[in-house]
């Protein structure tokens, strides 16, 4: 089996009748982190939703752990163990915090070391969302919900976890928090990451790998260790 545990190839994609991703190829090694840089538009969300599916796919194929899930539903995709945490978090306000990680649920069947069924490593991470477990999503603050969400897609207990700007809108020391806890997840879960990012000292810290995109193609990928976060600035800075 290839050692890629995402596989995209030849991937377009378009809203109506615009065209917003062209002919994406990235493989993302089991076990690693890859951040998706680039300015704001260039088609960034728009790929982590592709690979989702929750936009779909005009041309290309995505296999996941050797398994094409182009044609998959998202339902499908999230129980083959793609997990999504969306830009701009997506808490539902009604629900506690204990409902909103119980809607990650049903992507896994698996109910072992679990704390009301919620897998225990979440409340390892984020305690705090144990103290608040039944405050209603809409009265948490931005990081109290992004732990909330990063929680709820850790519930499905994904092996790919696609992140859409965690660190937005979130202040700096809680980032901090937020953070820590990734890299917790990523170490010890050994987790998959594919990470869209502005914050690039984060993404240095925190990634193997970088694809730089730009109008809606990848120009530019490498490893963190071979270039500094100067090199690939351009990227993001207007
Ligand atoms: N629902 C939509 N309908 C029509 N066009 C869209 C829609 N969502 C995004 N677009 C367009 O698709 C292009 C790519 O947007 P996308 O959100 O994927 O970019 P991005 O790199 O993630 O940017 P951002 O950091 O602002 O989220 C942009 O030109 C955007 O205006």
């Known amino acids: 089996m290839s050692d890629a545990l995402l596989d995209i190839a030849g991937l377009s994609c378009a809203y109506g009748q615009s065209d917003v991703l062209w002919d994406i190829d990235l493989l993302l090694p089991r076990g690693k982190v890859m951040a998706l840089i680039g300015r704001n538009g260039v088609g960034k969300t728009t790929l982590l939703h592709a690979?989702?599916?929750?936009?779909?796919?005009?041309?290309g194929r995505i296999l996941f752990d050797g398994t094409d899930i182009s044609a998959l539903p998202p339902h499908k995709r999230a129980k083959a163990g793609v997990g999504f945490v969306p830009q701009g978090r997506h808490i539902f306000p009604q629900l506690t915090v204990m409902e909103n990680l119980e809607t990650g649920l049903s992507a896994s069947g698996d109910r072992s070391n679990t704390k009301h069924g919620i897998p225990q490593h979440i409340f390892d991470l984020f305690p705090k969302l144990y103290d608040i477990r039944n405050r209603a999503g809409g009265f948490l603050s931005g990081g109290e919900q992004q732990q909330l969400a990063i929680g709820r897609a850790l519930a499905g207990r994904p092996t790919l976890l696609l992140l859409d700007e965690p660190t937005e809108g979130i202040q700096p020391n809680v980032v901090q928090q937020i953070e820590a806890a990734l890299?917790?997840?990523?170490?010890?879960?050994?987790?998959?990451?594919?990470?869209?990012?502005?914050?690039?000292?984060?993404?240095?810290?925190?990634?193997?790998?970088?694809?730089?995109?730009?109008?809606?193609?990848?120009?530019?990928?490498?490893?963190?260790?071979?270039?500094?976060?100067?090199?690939?600035?351009?990227?993001?800075?207007?």
Request: proline share 3%; net charge neutral.
């Open 183 to 238: 890299v917790h997840v990523r170490d010890t879960l050994g987790m998959t990451i594919l990470l869209v990012e502005q914050y690039l000292d984060f993404v240095w810290r925190f990634a193997d790998n970088y694809s730089a995109m730009q109008n809606g193609r990848i120009l530019q990928q490498g490893r963190i260790a071979d270039a500094p976060a100067s090199d690939v600035a351009h990227f993001i800075q207007i």
């Open 51 to 59: 690979i989702m599916g929750t936009r779909p796919a005009k041309t």
